[in-house]
């Protein structure tokens, strides 16, 4: 069988890894120790690159859903021989509560089949493939026990159903009947300086990882609107942190495509300074403040101390910086599109907007940071005079163009974020002569932008300074203080870019764009809002949040034709997206004095003008 939608996944993690299972109980992507690390099971972007899947022997009808307040599945397969509940779970190491879940996870993968009603048989396949489907592995039998080992690999599986080992697979067989239950548990290490992969009891650790994940979700209250929603984006966001580092992933996967048969395919399981202050805005609005402060830690320790040498934009889950991008033949790649790739040449690219989203981020959490650490007060001073150095370069732009590069719109905002923010810093961040400094090339970068980003024939801030063409990027002017959403020029350009780009509710980057990109959806709803349309901002955010898949779940982006989700899955931006337009919504019905400022609360103040 050949992998299915994007949407037909669900996402487990364990504060370290991921693994995505497809509708029919089969488990088709784990890479476990790390998001970024080779895959055992791969088969969503090659059939033979490995899998392992539990499911009834004829014909069934499914019903998803998470366990409340956690990322444990629970897949029911309804047949004409009775019902049978699967459970899966990437567990928490024992015991675990709160912001403590995930920081020493086991590397175990549980899977429970419970029979409900009926008599079912059921058939299990066991087919581990490491190094992204290079290595086939020995199967040896052990006691109780499967274990698959190769290369730097090892997979230990124990079960209640003996399953017969073959070349590089084990099947198995057994009836799920009402009221019995069949458990298997397979554990992850590498093959050398580690003990054997844990293989716990099956039931204790579902329900210990089940209390793990409803631990946090108390801890961290939403009594916003949309709370259904916003809970569960909140757990897909913390799903993709890297517990140890506290550094969120865009992504879990790679290469999934933006366009089927396209080539666009890139590997998102990175940190991206651009999704830092998004990021940490979501983790504010829902209380996390032990993640926020995580997470500038992170930033701090990964950039090291730069000086004068550029900001990397992206980096490893502890920091790495060489992310060196390559393509791995051996696999054809999500349904026949090609070509599979690990690694993100986007690394080495110049985009001066992460200037800003970094100072943002600082600016966001400014009471938790002062009085400003030596360490943190020279990353955000290098940040300003980069931005007040660069921001007159061309660069690859939030959307990292490969090739010819432009003075983007929406990077020059993010380089006057980065001088705007510093300059509100004052003189905790800098002398007086530094201050002024940065205060000048702020208004200087306005006025180019608002001389040069804006078309008069268009009636709309464009993509890049004297150009045609509309870019959603722009909509995050009024988002950042930059403008008013109530500005007669922000207005026209929130119509031109909504008319031009926007196909049933899902707004595309560019004109050509092949899919509704979400995050910039749920930017158009922000802007909407701060201009006073709230019911059409409500209208479009209800419709946005219906496109989840069964279980809740976004990719990057939507075909506006289809409905289908494309891109790499799940996708924080998406959920980060949600979980801040929820904000500005509840922001602006709560406040009356929102309607008029046109702004964020965030970003209010006298320093910001029209």
Known sequence: MESGQISDYGFLADGRSAALVDVSGSVNWWCPGRFDAPSVFGRLLDDNAGHWSIQPEGDYRVERCYLEDTLVLRT???????????????????????????????????????????????????????EYGRTIAYLIEREDMLE???????????????????????????????????????????????????????????????????SWSAGHPYDGLYPEQVRLSRLVVQGMTYRPSGAVVASVTTSLPEKLGGDRNYDYRYVWVRDFSLTLRALWRTACLDEVQRQFAWLGRAMGRVDDKPVPIMYGVLGERDLTEHRLEQLGGYRDSPPVVIGNDAWQQRQTDIFGEAMDAAWLMRDKLEPLDPEVRHVLRVLADQAERDWALPDAGMWEERGAQHHHVSSKVQCWVALDRAVRFGDNLGEPQDVARWAAARDAVRAEVLERGWNERLQSYTGSFESDDLDASVLVMPLVGFLRADD????STTRA?????????????WDGDPAGFLIC????????????????????????????????????????????QLGNFPQAFSHIGLINAAGVLTDVERDPTLRQCGMPPAYFSPVVRS
């Open 148 to 214: 698959a080992i190769a290369g730097a690999a090892r997979l230990t599986l124990r079960g209640s159903v003996r399953l017969t080992p073959g070349d590089g697979e084990a099947t198995g067989a057994f009836t799920a009947r009402a009221g019995t239950k069949h458990n298997f548990t397979l554990g992850y290490a590498p093959t050398y300086d580690a003990p054997l992969p844990e293989v716990p009891d099956a039931d204790q650790t579902i329900a210990d990882t089940v209390a793990g994940w409803r």
């Open 521 to 564: 959806s749920f930017w158009l709803v922000c802007c909407l809002a701060l201009a006073g349309e709230r019911d059409r901002a409500h209208e479009m955010f209800r419709g946005l949040a219906e496109r989840v898949n069964d279980l809740g779940l976004f990719a990057e982006q939507i075909d506006p034709l289809t409905g289908e």
């Open 76 to 130: 029911v397969f309804h047949t004409a021989q009775g019902e049978v509940a699967l459970t899966d779970a990437l567990a928490f190491e024992p015991g675990s509560r709160g912001h403590d879940i995930g920081l020493h996870s086991p590397q175990v993968l549980v899977r429970s089949v419970e029979g409900l009603s009926g008599s079912v048989p059921m058939r299990v396949h066991y087919r581990p493939r490491f």
């Open 497 to 509: 870019v909504e008319d031009r780009l926007s196909h049933d509710g899902l707004l595309r980057r």
């Open 488 to 491: 007669p020029r922000m207005r």
